[in-house]
């Protein structure tokens, strides 16, 4: 590995996870994010389609 002075970069960074997660991701809340998203997409899309 390069040497670096960047403290994210060192080597016992990479050991242990530094976020706990709290919830699983389940199938049904990735739908529900997708869909959101491409309901916010499409908005933008008819929007600069008008414009």
Not at 12 to 22: C, K, V, W
Not at 32 to 39: A, P, Q, S, T
């Amino acid at each position: 590995m390069m040497r670096s002075s960047n403290p994210f970069l060192k080597n016992n960074q990479f050991a242990q996870p530094s976020a706990q997660l709290h919830e699983r991701m389940s199938l049904e809340g990735v739908a529900n994010r997708c869909g959101m998203l491409l309901i916010v997409v499409l908005f933008f899309a008819a929007m600069t389609w008008m414009i």
